[in-house]
């Protein structure tokens, strides 16, 4: 059965750093693309960022950009996303998907991802 999990979420203060693992048990991270969503009280799930199979040039949500940094280990079988600068705005529900995939490509629509883990809640507050 195939399984994302996630962890490293918290409160921080605004500022603040936390970094997110997405964990695959069950199946070869290395065939799939992997995306960060985020979903915050009273709004739509939105794409934070994602990594193709192959980990090259990675896409971020604009008002991420450089605060937030996604990277993966096949062989630990886990993508992580580093979120440095932390703001309130970023309080969210945090969660990984994962998509089948052979290309350099990786897509920012929740509509693309088959696989989901259960989300890791991030609060930034002071």
């Known amino acids: 059965q195939l399984q994302l999990v996630e962890s490293g979420g918290g409160l921080v203060q605004p500022g603040g750093s936390l970094r997110l693992s997405c964990a695959a048990r069950?199946?070869?991270?290395?065939?799939?693309?992997i995306g960060w969503f985020r979903q915050a009280p009273g709004k739509e799930r939105e794409g934070v960022s994602c990594?193709?199979?192959?980990?090259?040039?990675?896409n971020y949500a604009d008002d991420v950009k450089g605060r937030f940094t996604i990277s993966r280990d096949n062989a630990k079988n886990t993508v992580w996303l580093q979120m440095n600068s932390l703001k309130p705005e970023d309080t969210a529900v945090y969660s990984c998907?994962?998509?089948?995939?052979?290309?350099?490509?990786?897509?920012?629509?929740?509509?693309?991802?088959?696989?989901w883990g259960q989300g890791t809640q991030v609060t930034v507050s002071s």
């Open positions: 990594i193709s199979v192959f980990g090259g040039a990675p």
């Open positions: 069950g199946f070869p991270l290395d065939r799939y693309a």
């Open positions: 998907a994962a998509v089948a995939s052979s290309t350099y490509y990786c897509s920012d629509y929740e509509d693309e991802y088959d696989y």
